[in-house]
T-cell receptor, first 116, second 114 residues
């Protein structure tokens, strides 16, 4: 039973296309996140949702738009893809909101996006 | 500026040996520090979490230490196994009255050789 699952695992697309990455968690957590891991392996938060409400929106181009239909799902839509968007995108969830809480983050296995 | 720096960047040791990974941080106000293990092609998995008052925490063969005065943490792995090959990421949380942040280190890539 996968706790945090995201699809697809790999995504190869051309510049200018629009794509989506889906994420679902079956842990009953209230908060979900999207992180981007660049080539230097740094994980950077992009968005955080608590009970379907956006609570964190870091400096991310507005081509990236999260959608949360319910608290178990947080999808990421990316419009007009650019070469610099190539990275691994991780979905995560936690029990409590606020990144400073002691609740651990549970990550999905990532989506490797390659823009050509 | 909130930063988390890890060393070494990569490490190769023989199976059965011990090793220690380092994490220095300049994060304020400090809330907690976590170590995560990230296997290739997988998401990070939490190993330990320590708050300001805790200076050591064990999880099997993994022992993390925290010195809040010097803002340093270490992760010691005992009797390494091939399955320990992974990236180990130090993560520090900062909390104030208006916001909270998580700052990730770039990780130490550990390779265990048979």
């Amino acid at each position: 039973d996968t706790a945090v699952s995201q699809t697809p695992k790999y995504l190869v697309t051309q510049m200018g296309n629009d794509k989506s990455i889906k994420c679902e968690q079956n842990l009953g957590h209230d908060t979900m996140y999207w992180y981007k891991q660049d080539s230097k392996k740094f994980l950077k938060i992009m968005f955080s949702y608590n009970n379907k409400e956006l609570i964190i929106n870091e400096t991310v181009p507005n081509r990236f738009s999260p959608k949360s239909p319910d608290k178990a799902h947080l999808n990421l839509h990316i419009n007009s893809l650019e070469l610099g968007d190539s990275a691994v995108y991780f979905c995560a969830s936690s029990q409590a909101s606020g990144q400073g809480s002691k609740s651990s983050l549970h990550f999905g296995n990532g989506t490797r996006l390659t823009v050509t | 500026k909130n930063q988390v720096e890890q060393s070494p960047q990569s490490l190769i040791i023989l199976e059965g040996k011990n090793c220690t990974l380092q994490c220095n941080y300049t994060v304020s106000p400090f809330s907690n520090l976590r170590w995560y293990k990230q296997d290739t092609g997988r998401g990070p998995v939490s190993l330990t979490i320590m708050t300001f008052s805790e200076n050591t925490k064990s999880n099997g063969r993994y022992t993390a230490t925290l010195d809040a005065d010097t803002k340093q943490s270490s992760l010691h792995i005992t009797a390494s196994q091939l399955s320990d090959s992974a990236s180990y990421i130090c993560v520090v949380s900062a909390v104030n009255s208006s916001a909270s942040k998580i700052i990730f280190g770039s990780g130490t890539r550990l390779s265990i050789r048979p």
